[in-house]
């Protein structure tokens, strides 16, 4: 077993997250602004210091199942990812898990304007990542 980083795509942000080395608990990590291209190299850096074996990308599919446009981005930002970190990317179904990590944050405080930068962000790819390591262990 190893760790396992967890990533939250978007646009503006990239929330990152990191599993324990026994690979049961998920814990937010960081966000990273995207400026005009993902900073992959970052990401890079991160894995070597955290020591991470796997990657997984939520992949954000339709309420159907299937993929869209924002599909279609996180799979050629995981092309470029394995490039350059030479391990294993893997994609996770990641539907919902910023509504849920925004409902987890409006319960612990009302105030929008206390929130830290990429703080939804860091909190949705926790949760994506928590889902995966579930699937991991047996029933």
Same mark, same amino acid.
């Given at each position: 077993?190893?760790?396992?980083?967890?990533?939250?795509?978007?646009?503006?942000?990239?929330?990152?997250?990191?599993?324990?080395?026994?690979?049961?608990?998920?814990?937010?990590?960081?966000?990273?602004?995207?400026?005009?291209?993902?900073?992959?190299?970052?990401?890079?850096?991160? /894995? $070597?210091?955290?020591?991470?074996?796997?990657?997984? *990308?939520?992949?954000?599919?339709? =309420? @159907?199942?299937? #993929?869209?446009?924002?599909?279609?981005?996180?799979?050629?930002?995981?092309?470029?990812?394995?490039?350059?970190?030479?391990?294993? /990317? $893997?994609?996770?179904?990641?539907?919902?898990?910023? *509504?849920?990590?925004?409902?987890? =944050? @409006?319960?612990? #405080?009302?105030?929008?304007?206390?929130?830290?930068?990429?703080?939804?962000?860091?909190?949705?790819?926790?949760?994506?990542?928590?889902?995966?390591?579930?699937?991991?262990?047996?029933?």
């Amino acid at each position: 077993m190893g760790r396992i980083l967890g990533i939250d795509f978007g646009s503006k942000r990239i929330g990152l997250a990191l599993s324990d080395e026994t690979e049961t608990i998920a814990s937010p990590l960081t966000a990273l602004a995207v400026g005009s291209r993902p900073p992959i190299d970052v990401i890079a850096t991160l /894995v $070597k210091e955290h020591q991470v074996d796997t990657i997984v *990308v939520g992949l954000p599919l339709t =309420l @159907r199942g299937e #993929s869209g446009p924002q599909s279609k981005q996180v799979e050629a930002f995981c092309q470029q990812l394995e490039q350059a970190v030479e391990i294993a /990317v $893997k994609t996770w179904d990641e539907r919902f898990s910023t *509504v849920e990590a925004q409902r987890r =944050l @409006r319960e612990v #405080s009302s105030k929008k304007k206390g929130r830290r930068f990429g703080e939804t962000d860091v909190l949705a790819a926790a949760i994506m990542l928590q889902s995966y390591l579930d699937s991991l262990r047996p029933n």
